[in-house]
């Protein structure tokens, strides 16, 4: 394996908690490696009447505490190598949120902004042709991840019950028109500004007063910095795949909204100055919050870097050398398997909705989520204690704790 890849980075993060832990090697085989992988083509017929070829994914790593859960991504460079770490961070993120779900993840290497409505729904329609067998309420449930949203979820919904019926909570994330649940679509942020309220909180400092540049504007990205321009806090930068902009005085969040839905993108909006991606890293601020893809803060990256804490709203966000290079700066990383399970967390009362036929309030919805990330916080520092460890590891450590627990009791057999 690369010693530079997305499973190399979650396997020796994954590994510093096993060997903490002193598990038996068999433990290796039984949480590093994923139990099913299924690998499709996919087909369709493209608006031009021409063909295109795609190749889609969906890895279940672990189902010891419940059925796989998991994303699914549209993104040119999902490979198996990103979605096997994504499908294995799963696993790890439910058992820290403790919902009773295990791991997966699935994704197809489209690039879904060279592609029509058209195309995007064919191509999800396909995939749910070759997998349907794979998945289902109680066997995997994906949901929305970078590149896919709601629509993309209730085309899923669709096709799966052409082959199986009724079955809503076969994925979450759906519109809330349809079968999906309140709150879900801004979970993930949601779940970001508590945990940072929390981190925040334990230094005896507080989100009013706090200055923050987000890297990334889309689901996670957008909601995070509503959530804490409402909470006072101080949205400083913000950047998406076309550039950034910054304001030292913070930015007027609800207007930078509407100019990105009004554009398509937060570059030239007015008020700002222009930053590119790398300089929002090294922005003067006290909390950078990559929201959007892997592997983007390295080892040069993170030397530059001036926040006191980084909070990894997206998956994989920091390499190990990114990662140590932080944490050697004294810079507290806190690890995405926490920081951003507020969205498998809303899932999974997405899917207890749907399997009761019921539907929550938005605050209902809010306050157990409120509840989930507040408790694993509290388990996370208890174990950073425990083992001296840093807060990544502590997350690990609670994970496979409770991974180990589930695979023990029912026994291989
Ligand atoms: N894609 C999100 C994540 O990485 C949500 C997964 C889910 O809701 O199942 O956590």
Redesign the pocket.
């Known amino acids: 394996m690369a010693r530079s890849g997305y499973q190399w980075t979650t396997n020796t993060f994954l590994k510093r908690a096993m060997d903490a832990l002193k598990l038996e090697e068999h433990y290796e085989t039984l949480l590093v490696m994923p139990r099913r992988e299924v690998r499709v083509e996919l087909a369709i017929r493209m608006d031009d009447g021409s063909l295109g070829n795609f190749i889609g994914y969906r890895i279940q790593h672990d189902n010891s505490r419940g059925p796989y859960?998991?994303?699914l991504r549209y993104h040119p460079k999902a490979d198996i190598d990103q979605v096997r770490s994504?499908a294995s961070?799963?696993t790890w993120?439910t058992a820290v949120i403790d919902v009773p779900f295990g791991g997966a993840k699935g994704g197809i290497d489209a690039d879904p902004a060279k592609l029509s409505v058209l195309e995007l729904e064919r191509l999800t329609r396909r995939f749910v042709d070759q997998i349907h067998d794979f998945i289902g309420e109680r066997m995997d449930?994906?949901?929305?991840?970078v590149n896919t949203d709601q629509r993309v979820m209730g085309w899923f919904f669709d096709q799966y019950t052409r082959h199986h019926g009724f079955a809503p909570g076969v994925v979450?994330?759906k519109p809330v028109a349809l079968h999906g649940s309140l709150g879900r679509e801004a979970a993930?942020g949601r779940g970001c500004l508590i945990a940072i309220r929390e981190v925040l909180a334990a230094a005896g400092e507080t989100v009013d007063g706090t200055s923050f540049a987000v890297q990334g504007f889309g689901n996670v990205g957008s909601w995070f910095a509503r959530l804490v321009h409402a909470q006072r806090g101080k949205i400083v930068a913000v950047s998406d795949v076309r550039g950034g902009v910054h304001a030292g005085d913070g930015l007027d969040i609800p207007k930078l909204v509407e100019h990105a839905k009004a554009t398509g993108s937060v570059v030239g909006f007015t008020g700002a100055t222009p930053i590119t991606n790398k300089e929002l890293f090294a922005v003067d601020c006290d909390v950078l919050v990559p929201a959007a893809l892997g592997h983007v803060i390295d080892e040069n990256v993170a030397k530059d870097v001036l926040a006191r804490y980084v909070l990894e709203a997206a998956?994989g966000p920091c390499t190990v050398h990114g990662s140590d290079t932080l944490e050697q700066r004294g810079i507290l990383c806190v690890p995405d398997i926490w920081a951003?399970?507020g969205?498998?967390t809303?899932?999974y009362f997405e899917w207890v909705q749907n399997l009761q036929q019921h539907r929550w309030t938005e605050e209902r919805v809010n306050e157990e989520l409120e509840l989930h990330v507040v408790q694993a916080h509290r388990r996370i520092r208890e174990t950073m204690a425990r083992f001296g460890c840093s807060m990544r590891t502590a997350a690990f450590v609670l994970a496979v704790e409770r991974v180990k627990a589930a695979t023990d009791l029912r026994g291989i057999g």
């Open positions: 859960k998991g994303g994504l961070l799963m993120k449930i994906p949901a929305p991840d979450t994330g993930t998956n951003n399970a969205g498998v809303a899932s």
